[in-house]
């Protein structure tokens, strides 16, 4: 804990002369923003956003009434405008310098048209230096570094040239950003130069949207937030999902109770579910694990404000439909704002975005029930199983510290007997496991319920009957009179028929 509050405490006491970079999120992760008057290097592959996140920083400056150059070497000015206009960027007060091949500032003289196999890099290099002198900016963007790079022809005069820019920059007092391709080898030449690094990432699954990361990897003096955070390229420029830190996002709360709606539920969980907590509901496919959840999630809402389902694995029309079957009124609640019901696809979201979608609602719409249904359309959204378990373990620990009543189901394989194993193991995440199965009696297929865990008080140990009809969820007695129930073939000794009456 000391070391967490001492991270904050370095964050909290950064220069407050940190220059914004125009995106609210990255200057969270940059624990405030840029340090001023440095050489930055932004870097990452084709088509990762490097150029969008440059112009949003030339566009803040302009918003500081601030002077920017932006120098374009490779893309001429026109490709350039066309991807603020993409944005809905104004680029009319920014000072463009077109120095990219075929450019006419560079073409006026034959003899220095710039192309890398005929001209010198000294031409390339003044043209840059007096370009500043002519405007005196704040800020410069140089995009990208690549053409010099090319002209330079060796590690050696490329390095040279970059120290001789920064010398030139840094008595200029002024925030230059460099922007870069990501090479396959990391480029010593540049790291040794600038202050600091942002890395994007670009990365194409087999199946879904592409997907893109970045991380600052190098902020010489400056308290940054490590690891890699998901972003996404919307109109408008980069929406930055920094990375969950439990430890950052603490919460005071009353510890209570909250009910599940009908008191035989309770009873198998001592009382009800505690706030604060989370729990996994376990069961083959239709055994009522969703039905369960929307129940839970109406009755919080009459107890507690608003609840929020994130459903994965069915239409949000369909859900609809099944909860008003079941009687349970998701229809009106919804209309009424007080349940959030979020329909979500797993292969356009990655897990960071997903987490930062329950943080708002959290933190910006006080919903204090959040259902995850389920965790199998959830696994899709993660590399591996390892990354799962680390990525629920945060943001269960989050919800948790914020005094939020979490569900989650998990489809397990199989439906009937002993051979009904789950996907992934994730139970001992939860503070609460509740276990649904089929089981046969009379030539009739019912539904059995029991709670196997609950770290926070104690709990019914016995297996009750789950029965669902048009009259809503209904739970009977103990099934004392059964053995092997869990099996899903049980053996019944008893003398009267402890069974619900199912309707046909």
């Known amino acids: 804990m000391d070391a967490i509050e001492s991270f904050e405490t370095r964050i909290a006491a950064q220069s407050p002369d940190l220059i914004s970079t125009g995106n609210p999120e990255l ?13 930055i290097l932004v870097e990452g592959d084709p088509g990762v956003g490097k150029t969008t996140m440059a112009l949003q920083f030339a566009l803040e400056g302009l918003r500081k009434d601030e002077p920017v150059l932006y120098l374009t070497l490779s893309e001429g000015e026109e490709e350039l405008r066309s991807v603020a206009r993409s944005h809905g960027f104004d680029l009319d007060n920014l000072t463009i310098i077109d120095l990219s091949p075929g450019s006419e500032l560079l073409g006026v003289d034959e003899s220095t048209m710039f192309h890398p196999s005929e001209v010198e890099l000294s031409e390339l290099t003044q043209a840059i230096t007096s370009a500043f002198e002519q405007h005196k900016p704040k800020r410069v963007v140089i995009d990208t570094l690549r053409e010099l790079r090319h002209l330079s022809q060796s590690d050696l005069r490329y390095r040279r040239q970059l120290i001789a820019l920064k010398s030139f920059f840094r008595s200029k007092q002024c925030t230059v950003l460099l922007i870069d391709d990501r090479l396959e080898k990391v480029d010593l030449q540049l790291q ?58 603490r919460g005071g709360f009353r510890h209570e109770a909250v009910s599940g709606g009908f008191p035989e539920l309770d009873e198998l969980l001592g009382g009800g579910l505690q706030r604060g907590t989370s729990t996994l509901i376990l069961g083959a496919a239709g055994t009522g694990k969703s039905s369960l959840t929307a129940g839970y999630a109406v009755a919080s809402a009459d107890q507690r404000g608003r609840s929020a389902i994130y459903v994965f694995d069915e239409t949000a029309q369909n859900y609809l439909e099944r909860c008003e079957g079941l009687n349970i009124p998701m229809r009106r609640y919804r209309d009424e704002g007080r349940v959030q019901l979020r329909q979500v ?34 696994m899709h959204a993660m590399p591996d199983a390892h990354y799962l378990r680390g990525q629920l373990h945060e943001l269960l620990s989050y919800l948790n510290s914020k005094g939020v009543t979490t569900m989650i189901t998990l489809s397990q394989h199989g439906m009937v007997g002993v051979n009904v194993e789950s996907p992934v193991e994730t139970s001992y995440l939860a503070d609460a496991n509740i276990l ?11 539904k059995a319920i029991s709670v196997i865990k609950k770290r926070t008080g104690g709990h019914e140990t016995a297996i009750r009957e789950l029965a669902f009809s048009g009259d809503g969820i209904r739970i009977g007695p103990p099934l004392d009179q059964f053995r092997g129930v869990l099996t899903g073939t049980p053996e019944y000794f008893g003398d009267d028929q402890p069974l619900l009456n199912l309707k046909p």
């Open 345 to 378: 696809d797993s292969a356009e979201l990655s897990a960071s975005e997903f987490a930062w979608h329950i943080r708002r609602a959290v933190e910006q719409d006080d919903v204090a029930f959040v259902a995850i249904d389920s965790l199998n359309g959830y």
């Open 436 to 446: 649904l199965r089929y089981f046969e009696h009379q030539g009739r297929v019912r």
């Open 27 to 39: 200057d969270y992760i940059l624990g405030g923003g840029l340090s001023p008057n440095c050489f």
């Open 192 to 249: 040794g130069v600038v202050r600091g690094t942002i890395e994007l990432q670009r990365h194409t699954p087999d199946y879904g949207r592409v997907r893109r990361r970045l991380q600052v990897s190098k902020m010489r003096g400056h308290q940054v937030r490590t690891g890699f955070h998901d972003f996404t390229i919307i109109r408008g420029g980069l929406k930055i999902y920094p990375r969950l830190v439990v430890a950052e996002h």
